[in-house]
């Protein structure tokens, strides 16, 4: 199996939980193409719009400019659309806990960081819109 199939197979699997879930793939699979599909997937199924406030958390302040953009760009050369560019995409750390439960999407990197007791407010702020674990 490609990773592209190994994508989908995980995006769909997540579309059938009705858009709430977290995905078990192991290192290299894709997981940042997997939140870039679920941003269109959702586009597509006419549940979010460019306009729309989509939130990314993770634990390392680097992740946005380390992999985050490089990857958008990586995804832009193969599927002709960069999701950094069309989505309005807000960065955080789960250390910020800033208040996030306006997002009508939320992208949690590492999840499991949010499960202890001081982040799980993270988690809790999610669960009124889409979610995907990461």
Known sequence: MIQDDIQNEAVDAWEQ???VGTLN??????????FFKSLYRLQDA???TSDDPVVFKAERSNRWENTV???ADKFE????KNPVKDFKIEFYTYQA??????????????VHSGASAHYHVNLLQ???GYVLGL
């Open 69 to 71: 953009i490089p990857e």
């Open 25 to 34: 793939l192991g290192v290299g699979c894709g997981k940042t193409f997997c």
């Open 126 to 128: 999610a669960l009124n």
């Open 97 to 110: 806990l800033v208040d996030t439960s306006h997002a009508k999407f939320s992208c949690l990197d590492e």
């Open 77 to 80: 050369s193969i599927f002709g």
């Open 17 to 19: 939980a009705g858009y």
């Open 46 to 48: 006419g549940l979010l």
